[in-house]
């Protein structure tokens, strides 16, 4: 049993993501924080909350902070459009955050567990991942381990060699990195390679025809997005990735490397630099992934969406 944090920003991919934390039994979703990204804080936290109840799940939802570490804002409404999960339309959530200080929560949660309790799941800028360890620095000690849906090995999405969560907020990444936590970071290299295809997508609907309307309506958007944006026929899947190494590592194929984010540089800003000229050293606490099992990703996606109905879970 994984239990987790879930740092998000939802977002199509996100949505997807938390569909599998919630729907899989081998995961004790904790909590889920919000932090801007995909859309604006307040947005992504209305989408978060209103997953959630789409499905009847209890799990609380803390929202983080409003901007990055340095950086202006950025939001990526245009692939996610105005409301962060264009698309569809979700019922306004009836519930409320539990609170507006996910670092902080990040940090109470973590040390009211045990040591290696904890594993936290991120698929937004990691700006309240980067202040709770600030707060806390014991925190990085006791987690078990931290998944990171961020960065690319080679080719970026916002620029020529940064993704976007990097992107956002590079400072954060930086902070993160340099922690003595144990990371897997889950980059483009991977989720360019979970494309859902209208044949997956078929797939995902018909694994669950409860949420069928929801799911195609997400990936209807999202499929649309990508091809005006950045010329993908059938959009990547980032997210779920993420998760689905959180339960099952053999489904991607990862090499441990050191790996450091660049924040200076004018054309190179937010790019994650992964060493590989050599094998990695002993004490190296930080590995990437290099490509992904389609099959068996797309198998535990419609599982994990096979678990849940409108209203709770089958």
């Known amino acids: 049993m994984k239990h987790v944090i879930l740092d998000c920003d939802p977002g199509h991919d996100d949505a997807l993501a938390l569909f599998m934390a919630m729907g899989d039994p081998d995961i004790d979703l904790m909590e ?25 799940e209890k799990v609380p939802v803390y929202s983080g902070s409003l901007t990055p570490l ?16 264009d ?3 979700l019922d306004s959530p009836k519930t409320e955050v539990a609170g507006t200080d996910a670092a902080a929560e990040i940090v109470r949660t973590i040390m009211d567990h045990p040591d290696k309790y904890v594993t936290l799941i991120t698929t937004a800028p ?28 080679h080719t970026g999405n916002v620029t020529p060699v940064a993704e976007f969560n990097a992107y956002t907020d590079p400072e954060a990444a930086k902070v993160v990195f340099e922690r003595e936590w144990p990371i897997t970071m889950i980059g483009l290299d991977v989720t360019h390679q979970a494309i859902c295809t209208r044949d997956v997508q078929a797939r995902l609907a018909a694994a669950n025809p409860g949420l069928a309307e929801v799911v195609n309506g997400l990936m209807d958007y999202f499929r649309e997005s990508y091809k ?18 959180a339960l099952d590592p053999s489904v ?3 090499v441990k490397a050191p790996v450091y984010v660049e924040t200076k540089g004018e054309v190179t800003c937010g790019m994650t630099v992964a060493d590989l000229r050599a094998q990695a050293p002993k004490d190296c606490r930080t590995q990437v992934g290099l490509s992904l099992d389609t099959e068996k990703f797309w198998n535990m996606v419609a599982k994990d969406l096979a678990n849940l109905k409108v209203g709770g879970r089958k």
Not at 133 to 152: D, F, N, Q, T, Y
């Open 32 to 56: 889920v924080t919000t932090a801007g990204g995909n859309q604006s804080l307040e947005k992504v936290t209305k989408n978060a909350l209103s997953l959630i109840e789409l499905v009847g």
């Open 252 to 254: 991607v194929r990862t």
């Open 70 to 85: 340095v950086k202006a804002p950025k939001w990526a409404g245009y692939i996610h459009g105005e409301s962060g999960l």
């Open 87 to 89: 698309g569809v339309k």
């Open 126 to 153: 990691l700006t309240n991942i980067a202040l709770a360890a600030l707060l806390e620095p014991r925190i990085c000690s006791r987690v078990k381990e931290v998944i990171m849906m961020l960065g690319a090995v």
């Open 228 to 245: 005006d944006e950045e010329c993908f026929p059938d959009p990547p899947t980032h997210d779920p990735c993420a998760v689905a190494y």
